[in-house]
Nanobody, 123 residues
Framework: QVQLAELGGGLLQAGGPLRLSCAAS????????MGWFRQAPGKEREFVAA????????HYRDSVKGRFTISRDNAKNTVYLQMNSLNAEDTAVYYC????????????????WGQGTQVTVSS
């Protein structure tokens, strides 16, 4: 079992940066794909970014490319999501997830989920 806990959410103005962290416990995240997803009110949970467990290969949804960066520190068992140039459309609850599979953007490939952290961007 892997327990995940997201930190770093908050309220900020458009254009600002924010870094989310996801601390894992119970098992090492080494070898797991790690992903960030988000869910806005009234919408389905959607893929944001992921980093492969066996390499540093990353994948992003188009709307965050160039603004968001996912990274991992296996020694700290932690994954990060650096978000820059935030806008109101980024407002959502952000979830960290751990899993496996070739298609990192698929929600069904993730077995473990955090509770989520709210990010609210005011325009």
């Amino acid at each position: 079992q892997v327990q995940l806990a997201e930190l770093g959410g908050g309220l900020l103005q458009a254009g600002g940066p924010l870094r989310l962290s996801c601390a894992a416990s119970g098992r090492t995240i080494t070898g797991h794909n790690m992903g960030w997803f988000r869910q806005a009110p009234g919408k389905e949970r959607e893929f944001v970014a992921a980093i492969r467990g066996s390499s540093e290969i990353t994948h992003y949804r188009d709307s965050v490319k160039g603004r968001f960066t996912i990274s991992r520190d296996n020694a700290k068992n932690t994954v990060y999501l650096q978000m820059n140039s935030l806008n109101a459309e980024d407002t959502a609850v952000y979830y960290c997830a751990a899993g496996g599979g070739a298609l990192m953007y698929l929600i069904d490939t993730y077995n473990y989920w955090g509770q989520g952290t709210q990010v609210t961007v005011s325009s």
